[in-house]
């Protein structure tokens, strides 16, 4: 099993930036895919990032996160980032942490971000 921790959450004026983070424990090496989703208030959870984890330049990017958002990995620290510039308003959700791989499908708890106009 992957245990998946978030972090970097927090309230964010329009047009600021914030960083997640990802903090993986566990199995690591079974780790395929990992991705970050949200779930906006009173919405479904939607995809925001999804990349390969043995090269994190192979993405796909949800059309409101294009140009906006940038998913890396910190290998040595078994973590993978969101950085998050120009917020906005609409971006306020829920943000979490997933992990595919060995036919499991892993999430973190989550961290909120409140983009404030």
């Known amino acids: 099993q992957v245990q998946l921790v978030e972090s970097g959450g927090g309230l964010v004026q329009a047009g600021g930036s914030l960083r997640l983070s990802c903090e993986a424990s566990?199995?690591?090496?079974?780790?395929?895919?990992v991705a970050w989703y949200r779930q906006p208030p009173g919405k479904q959870r939607e995809l925001v990032v999804a990349?390969?984890?043995?090269?994190?330049?192979?993405?796909n990017y949800a059309h409101h996160a294009k140009g906006r958002f940038t998913i890396s990995r910190d290998s040595a620290k078994n973590t993978v980032h969101l950085q998050m510039n120009s917020l906005r308003p609409e971006d306020t959700a829920v943000y979490y942490c997933?992990?595919?791989?060995?036919?499991?499908?892993?999430w973190g708890q989550g961290t909120q971000v409140t983009g404030s106009s």
């Open positions: 566990g199995s690591i090496l079974s780790i395929e895919t």
């Open positions: 997933n992990a595919q791989g060995d036919g499991r499908d892993d």
């Open positions: 990349a390969r984890i043995d090269d994190i330049r192979i993405t």
